[in-house]
């Protein structure tokens, strides 16, 4: 994999462009309910990125100047993505509401700060690689979620939108991927990433949007048959990330917290389940 241009991706670095999009159009077209919903879930995981971010400063995350001078880009760019689902639900009719629960409480950024903050001294270059890892991971759903909305929907203007944040998306994957690639060569730090992803693991946004609509979103993005293939397309890019080779992921996560498009159980699966959040 070719080398992440740090300077080339902040040169190019900017908001979703909103006035390319035709917004007025949005309603002259369907939007099944299926896809509002999962909207609300997207909009809502883009527009918490920065009470991410804020738990990430907590940490020494940002002592590196290349991730430091990514995630600033990065967090604005999310920003945006969330600005933008939430003027495309508006349009559609469905404008986004009043959160039940102010940002901040999840029991998950308290985890990641107290992950980090144990790893200070011990395992400092172990939890650089697992944040890169979990990037990598989170932003390769998040894209594919995005071009499976697409997809479902079939909705031109929602197909626009989502190829314009997909090319956001895929710059933020290449940028973790890069560096996770990097970190996961020493093999004791793979060794303790690959337990904490083991252990800690569970789908983009878990912890922070409940555990009913994350099931929801990950049946009708991931549960038909193409849904499918595009979860194990995600499960085998990490598995070629050094340690990470039988990493079991969406797929698994899907066997065991959904029930198929046809409407069948679950598989019984062995294993842990998630990382408690939900
Ligand atoms: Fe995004
Ligand atoms: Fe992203």
């Known amino acids: ?8 991706y902040v040169g190019r670095s900017r908001a979703v462009d909103l006035a390319a999009i035709d917004w007025a159009a949005v309603p002259k077209h369907p939007v099944p309910p299926e896809a509002i919903r999962t909207m609300r879930f997207m909009q809502d995981i883009e527009s918490h990125t920065i009470i991410y971010l804020r738990s990430l400063l907590a940490t020494r995350a940002i002592d590196d100047p290349d991730v ?33 629960e102010p940002r901040g409480q999840e029991s998950w950024s308290k985890r990641i700060e107290a992950a980090a903050t144990a790893m200070v001294s011990k395992a400092w270059p172990s939890f650089c690689a697992v944040h890169m890892t979990w990037g990598a991971i989170n932003e390769l759903t998040t894209l594919t979620g995005y071009r499976r909305l697409a997809a479902l929907t079939g909705h031109p203007v929602l197909v626009e939108l989502t190829e ?59 549960g038909g048959a193409e849904g499918l293939a595009a979860a194990r397309k995600v499960d085998e890019t990490i ?40």
């Open 239 to 278: 598995r070629r990330l050094p340690g990470f080779e039988t990493v079991q992921l969406l797929e698994s996560w899907m066997d065991r917290h959904v029930r198929g498009a046809d409407g069948a159980p679950a598989r019984p699966h062995g294993g842990h389940h998630g990382n408690g959040n939900h």
């Open 1 to 8: 994999m070719p080398a992440f241009d740090i300077d080339s």
């Open 68 to 100: 430091a001078t990514f995630l600033a880009c990065w967090v604005y760019e999310e920003t945006f993505h969330g600005l933008a689902i939430q003027r495309f639900l508006q349009a559609a009719g469905s404008p986004v509401g009043e959160r039940p």
């Open 164 to 222: 314009r944040i997909a090319l956001d998306e895929s710059r933020h994957f290449f940028f973790y991927y890069r560096q996770a690639e990097l970190r996961l060569r020493r093999r004791g730090v793979a060794r303790t990433a690959r337990f904490l992803v083991d252990r800690f693991w569970a789908p983009v946004g878990s912890g922070v949007q409940p555990y009913s609509e994350l099931c929801f979103l990950a049946t009708y993005l991931f």
